[in-house]
T-cell receptor, first 112, second 114 residues
């Protein structure tokens, strides 16, 4: 069974902290994604990785960075967390051609 | 750039009634089309997808969707809604070329009343 896991379901951090969100997929998928989900805005793409060590900025990359050192793991980093980064963060993976994405359960991050 | 519109933010239907959720996209060529469902506090799960061929596609949980090129639409339907279908539904579009960027609609929240 296909599986995407995220390191935390809930996370509370303080303003200015460095935050790491980790995502692991067990399907040997080439592509991995980080989205944030906010009410009324749907899913917005933060970063996309099409292969190991390769990344592309999405629609809202400001304030975020990513790392993909191994095919199965894609990390999202908030260098200095701010309150406007309070959100639900969803990781997804996908095999080429553009087959469907498989999503993790999400991490609800609160920055106080 | 492609865009996806889900014009209904919130829909309420009675259990057993039929359902249609609307999705319109803007893109020059035929994109890859998806419907996902999200239960509260969960990630998204694929309901169905369209790549090519038969324009009426069947998915899981009794859902189907019809691709209409002339209307740039990919509406989701179910003939008889169950209380467990209450969730948020997202339409998504992926385009060929480049890294096959995926764009999501803003979602439609479905409420089912007894």
């Amino acid at each position: 069974d296909v599986k995407v896991t995220q390191s935390s379901r809930y996370l509370v951090k303080r303003t200015g902290e460095k935050v790491f969100l980790e995502c692991v997929q067990d399907m040997d998928h080439e592509n991995m994604f980080w989205y944030r989900q906010d009410p009324g805005l749907g899913l917005r793409l933060i970063y996309f990785s099409y292969d190991v060590k390769m990344k592309e900025k999405g629609d809202i990359p400001e304030g975020y960075s990513v790392s993909r050192e191994k095919k199965e793991r894609f990390s999202l980093i908030l260098e200095s967390a701010s309150t406007n980064q309070t959100s639900m963060y969803l990781c997804a993976s996908r095999r080429l051609p553009p087959y469907e994405q498989y999503f993790g359960p999400g991490t609800r991050l609160t920055v106080t | 750039a492609q865009s996806v519109t889900q014009p209904d933010i919130h829909i309420t239907v009675s259990e057993g009634a039929s359902l249609e959720l609307r999705c319109n996209y803007s893109y020059g060529a035929t994109p890859y089309l998806f419907w996902y469902v999200q239960s509260p506090g969960q990630g998204l799960q694929l309901l169905l997808k369209y790549f090519s061929g038969d324009t009426l596609v069947q998915g899981i949980k009794g859902f189907e969707a019809e691709f209409k090129r002339s209307q740039s639409s990919f509406n989701l339907r179910k003939p008889s809604v169950h209380w467990s279908d209450a969730a948020e539904y997202f339409c998504a579009v992926a385009v060929s070329g480049g890294y096959q960027k995926v764009t999501f609609g803003t979602g439609t929240k479905l409420q089912v009343i007894p």
